[in-house]
């Protein structure tokens, strides 16, 4: 077994780069073929989810194989090799299976526990037969990782270790109140009908929403799902429409979970800020803290949540000099020259310096001693001059910072903001505007979101569990391989048994013509006898010797010995890897 992985995951890359490097289902299917194209390469498998992309494949050359597969990822997904050469990893033979088995147990999900790789390792390998790219080898590995994904979750409680990506993501979205709670009487939109969207639509349908409109590009599939959905007995109501419906809509759900395969986005932050605005009752439209509000239309803005900064006519210039064309509104207890002090920012800037608005920082708010807090959002009423301009200062300082160091934030309101429009972005590349996680009442949970809330979530006893599964499988398959590899050499040591006795029983028939039908049987089953019985005990012996590590030699060995012809062991072989192994179950 020469079995290699080369890939990038949620694990070893940043979202971004997934995002650019996600492959689309041509883009799969000519990875495949140029794979076996490929000289190191004689079977291939490709694993693409919205959070991790896999090429396997059987090797005759590491070195060769690794610089080869790496190549061909970074030529379909459209990442420069230069530039996804650092977030691949490399795994080989017993690595590689053990690889392989934790994923389909869920031990390598963002959501320790979550069961749906196992679909997605299913749809790989029936890509993979489809294409006639998955030989014996890969159609073995990937057949017994779908059983070894459903021993871990039948024999342990790795469920309880983290749930669906779906469910985890609704609990985002509900935070610290139960989903059934959160969710119970809301309207709901599921952008997209594939697998995901429709376990989104069956959960938000199972934890109690009163109504899931279905958006898809594809009618029948969304009204398929709608009437899937009617069908449940969960009560819940359920139609369909039109994906230029989806701008409407959006005034009037309180939950949008979305999942496409598209390679733009489906939900700009100009769409969500247009739905939440018009509102539909009960929900208020989102208010801007007492004192502020936004400009209109072709104003510029340039922080939605401190001051409101519109073009008038002339003005006169209040002390100190503000930015010529504009003048303010403040809110009562603020002080007007520190107001023009920070409008001067803005129009120099192309932004406001106090970080009124929901600025993504990665240094921790209290590392400077910010007297207005990290999030930016509170009412800037009753805050003293000197605190405002510090906070300014302060904001500065972490912006500066958000740009040399990773973001580690999750997108929700902590500030207390009603929420009126919670949305769960599914997708990988993103169908949602990040920026929506600025609008006031707006509440975004994305795959980035995910990461960062379940990168400190407790795992479960029953991970040891799943963990100690996965490594007696994990030797299971290496020894089930390794006597496979030695099993052609067994086949043709009897092959040539067998036609030894037939050359002397031939032989016998010309030295004793006169034996009868019965005796000639009788005689050659007596010889057969005698050969099978010597060569009993040292091919089961082989087969056992050759199953443990290091085992390989002993093919060669048994060729050595009985000096066997390379060509017959090697068209027993390829007569092997010929048989049709099946499909997935």
Not at 153 to 182: K, Y
Request: aromatic letters at 2%; glycine letters at 8%; a negative charge.
């Amino acid at each position: 077994m020469s079995l290699l992985v080369v890939g990038l995951s949620h694990r070893s890359a940043p979202v971004s780069v997934l995002e650019r490097a996600s492959l689309s289902a041509d883009a799969k299917v000519k990875l495949l073929h140029d794979t076996l194209a490929a000289e190191p390469a004689v079977e291939a498998a490709v694993l693409a989810t919205c959070n991790r992309i896999e090429l396997y494949a059987d090797v005759d050359k590491f070195h060769a194989g690794v610089a080869e597969l790496s190549t061909l990822l970074a030529q379909h997904s459209g990442v420069a090799l230069e530039e996804l050469t650092p977030y691949l990893y490399v795994h080989y033979e017993d690595r590689a299976v053990h690889h392989l088995f934790s994923v389909a147990c869920g031990l390598d999900s963002m959501v320790v526990g979550e069961g749906q790789i196992l679909g997605q390792i299913k749809d790989a390998l029936a890509l993979g037969q489809e294409l006639h790219t998955a030989g014996r080898l890969i159609n073995d590995l990937f057949q017994q990782a779908l059983r070894v994904g459903k021993r871990a979750h039948s024999e342990t409680g790795i469920d309880r270790a983290g749930q669906s990506l779906v469910t985890f993501g609704l609990e985002q979205l509900a935070v610290h109140a139960p989903v059934g709670e959160w969710a119970a009487g809301k309207r709901a939109l599921v952008i997209g009908a594939g697998s995901m969207s429709s376990l989104a639509a069956a959960t938000l349908a199972r934890v109690g929403v009163a109504e899931v409109v279905v958006a898809n590009r594809t009618a029948e599939r969304a009204e398929r799902l709608a009437e899937i959905l009617v069908a449940s007995g969960t009560g819940v109501a359920a139609l369909a429409i039109p994906m230029s419906r989806v701008a409407d809509e959006l005034a009037r759900v309180d939950v949008v979970v979305s999942c496409t395969g598209a390679t733009g986005l489906v939900l700009t932050a100009e769409d969500v800020l247009a739905a939440v605005s018009r509102g539909s009752a009960p929900h208020p439209a989102p208010q801007m803290p007492e004192g502020l509000d936004l400009a209109p239309a072709g104003a510029s803005v340039a922080d939605a949540g401190a001051v409101r900064v519109t073009e008038r006519g002339s003005a006169p210039d209040p002390a100190p000099q503000t930015p010529e064309g504009l003048e303010f509104a403040p809110a009562a207890g603020l002080d007007p020259e520190v107001v023009a002090r920070l409008a001067a920012a803005a129009q120099a800037g192309g932004r406001l310096a106090d970080a009124g608005a929901a600025r993504t920082i990665a240094a921790p708010a209290e590392a400077d001693g910010c007297p207005v807090g990290p999030d930016g959002r509170a009412a800037l009423t009753g805050v003293d001059a000197n605190s405002l301009e510090l906070h300014g200062t302060w904001a500065d300082q972490g912006e500066a910072a958000a740009q040399r160091q990773p973001r580690r934030t999750t997108r929700t309101h902590a500030d207390g903001t009603a929420v009126r429009l919670a949305l769960l972005d599914l997708a990988m590349p993103r169908d949602v505007d990040a920026a929506v996680h600025r609008i006031p009442g707006v509440r975004l949970v994305d795959i980035e979101s995910l990461a960062e809330a379940s990168a400190d979530a407790p795992m479960a006893a029953d991970v040891d569990a799943v963990r100690a599964i996965v490594t007696d499988e994990v030797a299971a398959f290496g020894a089930a391989q390794r006597a496979a590899h030695i099993t052609p050499t067994v086949v043709a040591l009897r092959a040539m048994a067998a036609e030894v006795v037939a050359m002397e029983v031939a032989r016998l028939d010309g030295r004793v013509p006169d034996l009868d039908e019965r005796q000639r049987a009788e005689v050659t089953q007596t010889v057969r006898r005698v050969v099978d019985k010597l060569l009993h005990a040292p091919t089961v012996r082989v087969k056992q010797l050759a199953s443990e590590p290091g085992g390989a030699g002993y093919a060669e060995a048994l060729r050595e010995l009985f000096d066997l012809d390379p060509q017959t062991v090697a068209s027993v072989s390829q007569a092997d890897k010929n048989d049709d192994p099946g499909r997935a179950s």
